[in-house]
């Protein structure tokens, strides 16, 4: 039976698939020239919806072997990540660096709390404790949602072996230095970020975005009511 790809997509994939970029384009998650709301507020013309990755199990498997290939001579225990799209990366690294070790490496992930910060549920935190950690994630930004990871799995007596991402949106800011702790990225993409009061976008006209990102809270709160509306 021929997978999702096909035969003639699938000679296409194999050019690239070593390339992140490539293959999030490839399923059309990688929105340029447009005008979005990102988890923080700020106003960004590019957007990478991993969601349309996750649609597609074989190539979401291969973004985890490229993770799991990176650290396949590193000891390491355990992969953490955040729920949500980090369930399905910690899940796909944690089995194909198992298949390179030969030993079972779990597969975990923290969950974020009304205070928006990630904590182990279900009893994880007892199978954090003592271990080598890797701890995943699919895009960064800020680094600040990766470190609160980080700051779990050190809460429950695990040791952060590193940090990897899929994409650095912000590898200026966002590095082993900044974070204080080993980090590095499957790819990198700079995304500039603009304060909502100094957005060329907002400035030239150009539509915000509400099919993704928070473009459509961001217009509930911000837009202009019409006092006229009957």
């Known amino acids: 039976m021929e997978s999702l790809l096909g035969k003639r997509d699938k000679r296409k994939f194999k050019i690239n698939m070593t390339n992140v970029i490539e293959i999030l384009k490839k399923v059309g998650a990688l929105l340029p020239n447009g005008h979005f709301v990102g988890t923080?507020?700020?106003?960004?013309?590019?957007?990478?919806n991993?969601?349309?990755?996750?649609?597609?199990?074989?190539?979401?498997?291969?973004?985890?072997r490229l993770f799991a290939e990176k650290y396949k001579d590193t000891d390491i225990d355990a992969v953490v990540a955040p729920a949500l799209g980090g369930i399905i990366l910690s899940q796909w690294t944690a089995y194909h660096l198992s298949k390179f070790k030969g030993k079972e490496v779990l597969a975990i992930y923290t969950e974020k709390?009304?205070?928006?910060?990630?904590?182990?549920?279900r009893g994880y935190d007892a199978f954090v404790k003592g271990k080598k950690v890797l701890v995943?994630?699919?895009?960064?930004?800020?680094?600040?949602?990766?470190?609160?990871?980080?700051?779990?799995?050190?809460?429950?007596?695990?040791?952060?072996?590193?940090?990897c991402v899929m994409v650095n949106k912000n590898p200026g800011a966002v590095n082993s230095k900044t974070l204080g702790v080993s980090f590095s990225a499957l790819s990198e993409y700079p995304v500039f970020v603009y304060d909502i009061n100094n957005c060329p976008l907002c400035k030239s006209g150009v539509p915000i975005n509400t099919k993704v990102g928070h473009g459509k809270k961001f217009l509930e709160v911000h837009q202009p009511k019409n006092n006229n509306a009957k």
């Open 50 to 64: 991993k969601d349309m990755l996750f649609l597609h199990p074989e190539l979401t498997s291969k973004v985890g």
């Open 40 to 48: 923080n507020g700020g106003h960004i013309d590019t957007y990478i």
């Open 136 to 163: 995943v994630e699919d895009l960064t930004t800020t680094g600040a949602s990766v470190m609160k990871v980080v700051n779990a799995v050190k809460r429950a007596g695990g040791v952060v072996v590193e940090i």
């Open 113 to 121: 709390t009304s205070e928006k910060d990630q904590v182990f549920t």
